[in-house]
């Protein structure tokens, strides 16, 4: 893959102006409602305990699908989307879903681990389903399948032989700590296939696609937070080193790593005022 060097962001699609203001309405109105719900899940649900980011960075996370049904629904088209990154976000919630459903393990210790956590990643994963009946049914015709080309496969299976070899043991039951660990690793490499249609499609993308890719950064950014500050739970009694930290934050900062950069020129373009709803992200590759 190519890597990603500088970029800058500017507006003026090729959409009529009433498309683009709507749609950058609709993108502040998310983020505002995003913060709205944040604040009242820190506040009232957790009662102040920093804990709750864990359940926050679910909500960015499911802020990044609604952002990204919201520019299918106004532009009609689902060009510039990668449908095997969504594939991949499937099969992450799928995974921790699978757990989290069950025991308690890896959710956060104040009231949001009872139960809005696991709202935030149900209503995650029926926000994908329908992205992706979305991009491979309905609006298929606009899919650009030709640019949309990385194969997934080895990626998902070296996710899971990974898990297998390096997981955490908070649940104290190998496999669903290997299944849990699997959503981890494929969380961490889950927007390369978006990040590889970007750069074959020669670097730019929609400006809510860019809003679903900065969301996804969020949520990773608060999740890593909280477990760079949990690093000491994942420990192992009987070793030297603590490799569920390491897996856990590992996993963490190379999804950074690949987002970071998007990150910054996409700061660096709102602060501008020019990171409108249908702005073009055009990357330097």
Known sequence: ???????????????????????????????????????????????????????LSVFAQALSFILLWMQIAVAGSVAGISGKALIMQAIKLCCRLGTTLWLDGYLPMDR??????????????????????????????????????????????????????????????????????????????????QLWMISKAGGKVNGLTAHYIAATLLSNVLSGVFWFLASSSLAVEDGNLNMGSLAVNGAHVVQLFLLLDFGYFYVKACVKGSCSGVGQAVFDL
């Open 1 to 55: 893959m190519h890597q990603m060097l500088p970029a800058t962001m500017q507006s003026g699609g090729k959409m009529p102006m009433c498309v683009s203001t709507s749609m950058g309405s609709n993108a502040m109105k998310a983020w505002v409602g995003f913060s709205a719900l944040g604040l009242w899940i820190f506040h009232v649900i957790a009662e102040g305990e920093v804990t709750s980011i864990l359940t």
């Open 112 to 193: 949001s681990g009872d139960w809005i956590y696991q709202v935030g990643d149900v209503v995650s994963l029926l926000m994908v389903l329908q992205i992706i009946f979305l991009t491979l049914v309905s609006h298929k015709s606009s899919y650009q399948s030709d640019v949309d080309s990385l194969d997934l496969r080895n990626l998902v299976m070296g996710a899971v032989v990974l898990a297998v070899l390096i997981h955490p043991c908070q649940h104290g039951y190998p496999p669903l700590d290997i299944l849990w660990t699997t959503h981890l690793y494929v969380d961490a490499i889950a927007m390369v296939p």
